[in-house]
Every structure is written in structure tokens, then in C-alpha cells.
């Protein structure tokens, strides 16, 4: 988010911290604490899941930054509030700072609101605001009695931007909520920390998860690994685009809005609808980020040297939006009454470079596909043909309702054409935009132009329920089933070179539309069709197969990610037995997402493990029958038949099976793709150390990230990165097949190896001498590494230590490990006991002794005498982290 008026200097130094804003870190996860503090024990991260009172409304709310109004006068706000309220949003958050012209705003704002039914609630951005409880009750005092002030739950509405353990912190949050508030901020640090100390917050929103957090098209892993922590209290985000590329703040990167972000982040939200009760949009105009819907006012209004969004309209993304937001209110997905087509594309390929431009390409340029993007809305059978200047491709007998399209860009205007029965009922090429296809341009412009062309009422036919979502792109060939099955329709293309149609789901599925590649750039023709509707399938077999449940399945990590490659299809009718009798002649069949279904013979396409994972990765309803478990985010529920299987798990839970050690946290690299171990990689559902480790059997180190990752090497400095051990803390992520264990964190491996890390030296365990039992508090008695572990020995936290360098040791609590080489003995820790207080048992061999509660037991490896150190701890100011989204 942007304040024009305002530079925050701390950003320089998160920025650099971060990578850019580094993929995942983008997240609530902004910076990861280094305090003292962070070594105190993780709690327990039971939720309560429970409906929200007996209101099961869905809300959606629109961000709006206050502090980029400056010019803004009453009819500008009138404006504002007239086309939010259109497209029935719930409330706006008037995100805003300490500034006292943004107060005189906000009350426009809320005398525009006069008089309709659209609410406004206060977002408090304090990293703009004060950090000051009785200046944020005064604020809510001024507002929250006003007729448009949005309540929840009969109390009034307070979010924010900010405000965690670096602002108001606990207390201070404890107090706005005593003072009769529903508190829903946004902020981080909170990661594991939302049951306790953080359990009193009413809700929790995720900014960051609007987006892709990595070069691949967005899902819902981050939504629910926050829903497995806050359960109903969650809510979160959807967006459509993000750039920003600003030198005096070195904030410059892009993330992936492409795979039309803004209308699949809205399908998947309408998969997880159960579990939400807020989204909230961003943002209406935040032009600086290039994730505006709102139209463009005043060129004052966008921060100092912003030139990449006064010509790059959205409000077509918002127009489509308001069917999406309309299904999620209520449930359905609406009837379309009329056709449109709405488009968008960058104004130059993603690897050009820049003559004018000093600042450079941004972070996240290499995650750009270049392709011009089209969602058709229809309400009968169409032919709609996609431009780019004399580059075109006709998809043809796309089905009624909601088609996701997509062409390769090329210079020129984009156009776009639909045909219902032979009537050409669209015909618009777009004037104001012109794609450049140079490989060198004058400045680096990754946002987005949005166009939208309607049919004339005279030309519209009957309306359809939007029951098939379709997607085709021009870029690979379809499948076709072993009995001969087409699914879909022919096509042809203009285009010069060969090329194919296959439409996909939000998440890749293949319909598997053919197209015919065309030999001139001079005519589009259209071949004959042969379609069938998937969901009807007729086989020649003359009797029904046996299928037989076979858990739940991770897909793959390459390519299309498909573990199973036959045919697919997807509808809003799908179950379990609609797809085993799509898949008549398979051996396996497979339901995802709550809509799509795969057919295959084998399970270990692209990369998969076919490996059955934690049940809980498969927690989408089938679209017509919520009863039933229909996969999840790039997970199948799989069913097999004629006697097939799917490979269960490894019985073994002990990761030092096999010689390896565990390693400590380790940082992720600085360049390139960032990866420190450049081998194999997974990504399972059900992914532990051990099965990581079993994974990475043929090399020398394994780590496993962000709870479900796992990254295999025989070296760990590869992309900048440094192979050292880092504070255990910043490994916070719970493993996906076990949520007792850690599985690294954002850009952070939990690393096991068969060799130490680079730098250390390995030493025996058996010589190591115990010290005794000692006390501890939360200053710690070893300060340099802390390791939690369900399968905790006396053994494995030496070895843990040593394998790291240090020469002192102590497990504590039955689970914990420590390192270090200073005994810290202020603060209560570090005072010799009696052997009874440390009592207890290693979670991993309960003959063993493992500390206890604020106790103990202390080793020191061979030729080591314990150097004990008593530090008076000064006051220090809180550490001040800025989040990568914006600048105040």
C-alpha cells in the first residue's frame, strides 16, 4: 500500500532482508522475529472451529487507501461510493494514516455513504498511525456512532494495516477489544502465535494470499494452512494484479497475475466458502501497486514517479468481479443474462530490457507469462476468437456460461469476436492499447491493460445458469480417452506457427479441445465439431467396474503437475461417481478440487509419489454433494478399479533412519531460483522429515519448507545461500504429515544431512559429558539455536548441536533441544538443580530424562568447559518490521 506524501526508510533494509519480497515472504510472514523472545515455547495450535454466532452471512469488503485522496472532494467520494455500492460490497475499509487532511477525508467519505445501504469500517495502517491505543479509541469514538458505520455482531468494525508485536502489541490490541470492538487486522509476525498469546482476536485477515507466492498460478495452500491455525476466525483476500517498481523506495517486483488470477482466486474462495465469512478485495486504488479496480481520477493521486497506471485501466476486472462477488454472497454462481468478454495483457513481453530505465527488471520478471488473458461470458454455445494485432485463434462451441481463454501475446491491438449461431454478436478491437513485441523497450511496465466488450441486448439470447466453466489456451494438444472419447470441440488457428487449444480448469485441468493448426495469418475457418457433453458418458462395457476408495493423492511438481494424464473433465455436478463413470476404461479416477475429475492408468505422471497423504489435504465438498470429500488444492481423491492400488507411505516416522542428522534451520539462498539444494524436489500433502529423507535417499542433505516442500542436494550454498544454521524459530511451519513436527518455514529449511553443514565438524555423542540439571527462563540459558522435536533423545540433541558446531547441548520440556557455547545464567536460567527437577521424560526414549518445565539437562561436548556469562539486559526499542505490501 502507498501514502504518496510519506518514504518509510525501514523498508530499504526488509526489502534487502526479504529478496525483493521473495515469494512466499510476501505473506503475513513479512520478517521473521530475532529477538530472545521467539526462543520461548511454541503453543499449542488447537482452533476453534465453530460457527461464527448463528450469522452465516458472507461479507465482502473493499480496501481503499485514504491517503492516496489528497485531491479528492465531495463528488469524487459521492463517485467512489456509488460504483463500490454497485457492485454489492458489503463495507469498505478506509485504510488510512496519522495525517489530519485523511480524517477530513474519511468524513467525505462516510457523507457520501449517507443515505444507501454500503457500510464503512476504519483500517488503521500503523505503520502511518501512531502507535497509540487511546489515539485509535478516539478515532473509532469520532466514527463508529455514525448510521453507515459497519458493525458485526452488534459491536463496531476495526481492521488494520499492522499494529502486531512491533506497535500496539498484545495489551494493546486486549484494550481496543475490552473497549467494545470486533477486531480484524492484519498482522504479522502472529504465525503459530494465534491461540496464544493471540487467541482473543476476533478474526485475522491474510493480505498476502490474494496472490501467487511463487512462480506457479495461485492456490489455497497458504488459506488453509492459516485455516489449520485459526479456524472460523480467518478471513482473507482476493485481488488481480501486482507491480511496482519505485527507486526511491527499492521496492520493485512482480508477482504472477497472470492464469486469470482475478476470476480463479474467486472460484477457489467459492471452494472454501464453508469456511469463510470475510473477504476482503484489493485494493480500489492503490495505483503505486497496480492492484486498482476504482478508475483513475487524478494523476496526483498515485506516489511520486508512478507512470505505469494513469493509461492501464481495470475497471473491466471490476466489472467481471461482481459476478464473483455475488456467487460468494449467496452461494451460486448467478444466471448470465448477457454476453461479454473481458480481457486484459502487459504492454511489452516479460524478458525485454529496459534503455531507460536505471532501476532494472523487477523481482518476479521471469514468473510472467506472456499471453493476452479472456474470460467469455455466454449465454449459448459460441465461437469467440481472440487478436493480437494479425496474430488470431478461434476456439469454437465454447459451452454456455463462463470460458477462461488465453493466446500467445503479439504486436498489436487486442481484439475480440463472438459468434452464436453464425451471428456475430461481439466485434471490438480495443484502441487504447497497442502491445509492443520490441525485445528492447524505454521503461519496464509489468501491469496490465483491462478491456471488456458486450453485446448489444438486440443480439443477446436466452439466458443460461453458468453451470460450465471452461478454459482453453492456444498453446498444447488435448487428450482423448483410451475408448476414442473427444471431449470438446476443434478449433483453428491463424497463427503462422503450429499450435493446439486445450481448455484447463483454474488449477490446469484439461477439457481437451481440439485444434487444428493453421498455414496462413490471412483467415480464420472454423473445422466441424464433434463434442460430447463430459458428464454423460456412454461405454460399450456391459457392466459397471467395482471401484474402490484409495485416500488421498498429491499431484505432481513438474510439468502440468497431472499424476494422472488420461482424459479430464469438470462440471459444478461432480462426484466421486460421476467421475469413476467418466473414467470407464481407467484404471484410476480421481476427483480435485471440488469440480474436476482425472482419468489414468498410472499415478507417478509430472513427477507425483503416488504416495497416499494426510487425509485432511483432501477437504473440498463435491460441487453437488457436500457430503463427499472431492480432493483439494493439487490433491485427488483417488479411486482405483480392475485391482489397482495406490502405494501407501513408508512405515518408518524415524528421520535418522538411514545416517541422517538433524541439521538445525537453514536459510534459503539470495539469487536465482533461491534454491540451496538444487536436486531432486516434492511437494507432498503428507510430507515429515523422514519422508523427505527417504525421498532424498541418493544425496548427501534433505530439507523440508513451508510444511509440505522437500528439497534434496549434495552441496547447500547453491543461489547465494550461505549453509549455516539459523535461529530454529524461523523454521515455524508444521509438517503436513504431522503437525507436531516442523517442516521448515517462508524460504526456510528444516535441514537433515549425512555430513554436517559447511564450516562445522562433527564430533561422537558418547563422549560428551552431562552437567547436570539447570534452570532456565525465557532469556534462555543457551541463546543460539532452539529445536523442538516430537521424537526427542538425550542422543538426537547432542548430535543435532554438534552437527551445528556448538559445544554445549540441553534438551528441556521433553521435546527441546538448545545450542550454544555461552552459559547464560540471568533472568532465573542458568542456576545448577537437583536432578528431580529435571523430570521429564525424552518424548523419543522415555528411559531418558529431557529437562522439564523451565529446567534443563546440560551437556558439553569433549574438551569443552561451559563459559558462563551473566548479561544485564537493556531496554531495547521494539524491532520495526515493514511489510513488503506497502510503504505506510
Known amino acids: 500500500m502507498f501514502f504518496a506524501p510519506f518514504i518509510v526508510p525501514a523498508l530499504l533494509a526488509t526489502l534487502a532482508q526479504a529478496g525483493y519480497g521473495s515469494s512466499r515472504k510476501l505473506h503475513a510472514r513479512a520478517g521473521a ?74 468524513h467525505l467519505a462516510f457523507k457520501a455513504a449517507e443515505g444507501t445501504s454500503l457500510k464503512l469500517f476504519l483500517s488503521f495502517d500503523y505503520t502511518a498511525f501512531d502507535c497509540s491505543v487511546s489515539k485509535t479509541l478516539a478515532y473509532m469514538t469520532e466514527f463508529k456512532s455514525h448510521p453507515n458505520y459497519f458493525y458485526y455482531n452488534g459491536k463496531p468494525f476495526l481492521s488494520s494495516y499492522g499494529g502486531g508485536y512491533d506497535c500496539l502489541g498484545v495489551d494493546g490490541w486486549k484494550q481496543l477489544q ?51 491455525m485459526l479456524g472460523s476466525r480467518y478471513a482473507t483476500t482476493a485481488s488481480s494484479w501486482m507491480f511496482t517498481h519505485y527507486s526511491w523506495t527499492n521496492k520493485n517486483f512482480y508477482l504472477r497475475g497472470d492464469d486469470w488470477l482475478g476470476a480463479v482466486r474467486w472460484e477457489q474462495l467459492m471452494g472454501m466458502r464453508d469456511q469463510l465469512t470475510f473477504t476482503e478485495i484489493i485494493t480500489w486504488n492503490d495505483w503505486g501497486e497496480s492492484n486498482y479496480y476504482g478508475p483513475f481520477r487524478y494523476k496526483d493521486a498515485q506516489p511520486t514517479g508512478t507512470y505505469w497506471a494513469e493509461d492501464f485501466p481495470h475497471t473491466a476486472l471490476w466489472d467481471m468481479t461482481h459476478y464473483y462477488i455475488t456467487a460468494f454472497k449467496t452461494g451460486q454462481y448467478p444466471t448470465i443474462t448477457e454476453d461479454v468478454i473481458y480481457f486484459w495483457a502487459r504492454p511489452h513481453f516479460a524478458s525485454v530490457t529496459a534503455s531507460s530505465d536505471s532501476l532494472g527488471p523487477p523481482n518476479g520478471q521471469a514468473w510472467a507469462q506472456d499471453f493476452m488473458w479472456a474470460v467469455a461470458f455466454s449465454t449459448d454455445v459460441s465461437d469467440i476468437t481472440l487478436c493480437m494485432g494479425a496474430s488470431c485463434t478461434t476456439f469454437t462451441n465454447q459451452p454456455a456460461g463462463v470460458n477462461k481463454l488465453k493466446i500467445p501475446l503479439a504486436a498489436g491491438k487486442m481484439s475480440v469476436k463472438m459468434v452464436k449461431r ?10 487504447g492499447f497497442v502491445f509492443n513485441a520490441a525485445s528492447v523497450v524505454d521503461k519496464y511496465n509489468y501491469n496490465c491493460y483491462a478491456g471488456s466488450a458486450k453485446a448489444t441486448s438486440a443480439t443477446s439470447t436466452t439466458a443460461t445458469s ?26 483453428t488457428s491463424t497463427s503462422a506457427s503450429t499450435s493446439a487449444s486445450t481448455s484447463t480448469s483454474a488449477s490446469g485441468l484439461t477439457i481437451g479441445t481440439a485444434l487444428t493448426a493453421g498455414t496462413t495469418t490471412t483467415a480464420t475457418t472454423t473445422a466441424g465439431t464433434t463434442s460430447t457433453t463430459a458428464t454423460t458418458v456412454t461405454t460399450s462395457s456391459s457392466s459397471s467396474p ?68 494426510d487425509a485432511a489435504s483432501c477437504d473440498v465438498h463435491c460441487s453437488a454433494d457436500s457430503s463427499a470429500a472431492c480432493g483439494g488444492t493439487w490433491f485427488l481423491s483417488l479411486y482405483a478399479t480392475n485391482g489397482k492400488t495406490a502405494t501407501q507411505p513408508a512405515a518408518s516416522t524415524d528421520p535418522s533412519t538411514g545416517g541422517w542428522t538433524s541439521l538445525g534451520c537453514v536459510d534459503e539462498g539470495s539469487t536465482g531460483s533461491r534454491r540451496a539444494l538444487t536436486g531432486a524436489s516434492f511437494s507432498e500433502g503428507g510430507m515429515t522429515p523422514s519422508r523427505c529423507n527417504t525421498l532424498c535417499a541418493a544425496y548427501t542433505y534433505a530439507g523440508t519448507e513451508y510444511g509440505t516442500e522437500c528439497y534434496c542436494g549434495n552441496t547447500i550454498q547453491n543461489n547465494g545461500a550461505s549453509g549455516k544454521a539459523i535461529d530454529s524459530s524461523r523454521c515455524d511451519s508444521k509438517c503436513g504429515g504431522d503437525s507436531s513436527l516442523t517442516c521448515g518455514g517462508t524460504w526456510t529449511m528444516s535441514v537433515w544431512g549425512k555430513q554436517a553443514l559447511p564450516g562445522t565438524t562433527t564430533a561422537s555423542t558418547t563422549d560428551w559429558t552431562s552437567n547436570g540439571c539447570y534452570s532456565d527462563s525465557s532469556t534462555r540459558l543457551l541463546r543460539d539455536v532452539f529445536w523442538e522435536d516430537s521424537s526427542m533423545t538425550t542422543e538426537l540433541c547432542k548430535s ?6 556448538y559445544k554445549l547441548a540441553a534438551t528441556e520440556y521433553g521435546s527441546q533441544c538448545l545450542c550454544g557455547n555461552t552459559l547464560y545464567y540471568d533472568g532465573g536460567s542458568g542456576t545448577s538443580l537437583t536432578s528431580d527437577r529435571c523430570n521429564s521424560a525424552c518424548q523419543g526414549n522415555t528411559a531418558q530424562s529431557c529437562g522439564g518445565s523451565w529446567t534443563a539437562n546440560l551437556y558439553t561436548a569433549p574438551a569443552s568447559t561451559p563459559t558462563k556469562r551473566r548479561e544485564v539486559q537493556s531496554k531495547r526499542a521494539p524491532r520495526t518490521w515493514q511489510n513488503l505490501w506497502g510503504l505506510l
Open 33 to 106: 522475529r530475532s529477538g530472545l523472545d521467539t526462543l520461548t515455547r511454541a503453543p499449542n495450535a488447537t482452533v476453534d472451529i465453530a460457527e461464527r454466532a448463528a450469522d452465516t452471512t458472507k461479507y465482502v469488503f473493499m480496501h481503499h487507501i485514504v491517503g492516496s485522496k489528497y485531491p479528492y472532494v465531495q463528488s469524487d467520494w459521492n463517485a467512489d461510493i456509488a460504483e463500490i455500492g454497485a457492485k454489492e460490497i458489503d463495507a469498505i475499509a478506509l485504510n488510512f494514516g496519522s495525517d489530519s487532511w485523511q480524517k477530513d477525508q474519511m
Open 178 to 228: 475490552n473497549a467494545g470492538n470486533y477486531l480484524m487486522p492484519f498482522m504479522w509476525e502472529l504465525e503459530n502465535r494465534f491461540s496464544d498469546p493471540w487467541g482473543f482476536l476476533d478474526s485475522w485477515f491474510c493480505w498476502g494470499c490474494a496472490y501467487p507466492q511463487s512462480n506457479e498460478p495461485k492456490n489455497t495452500l497458504d488459506d488453509q494452512w492459516y485455516y489449520s
Open 422 to 431: 453464425s451471428v456475430t454478436v461481439i466485434d471490438h478491437t480495443e484502441e
Open 466 to 491: 453458468a453451470t460450465s466453466v471452461t478454459t482453453s489456451t492456444a498453446t498444447s494438444t488435448s487428450a482423448s480417452s483410451a475408448s476414442g472419447l473427444t471431449i470438446g470441440t476443434a478449433a
Open 546 to 613: 467395482t471401484w474402490t476408495s484409495q485416500g488421498c493423492i498429491a499431484e505432481g511438481t513438474t510439468g502440468s503437475r497431472r499424476a494422472l494424464n488420461g482424459i479430464n473433465t469438470s462440471s459444478d455436478n461432480m462426484t466421486p461417481t460421476i467421475c469413476q463413470a467418466f473414467c470407464a476404461g481407467y484404471d484410476y479416477a480421481g476427483v480435485e478440487y471440488g469440480r474436476e475429475c482425472y482419468c489414468g492408468n498410472t499415478l507417478t505422471n509430472n513427477g507425483a509419489s503416488g504416495l497416499v497423504a
Open 800 to 805: 543435532h548441536c554438534t552437527g551445528l558446531g
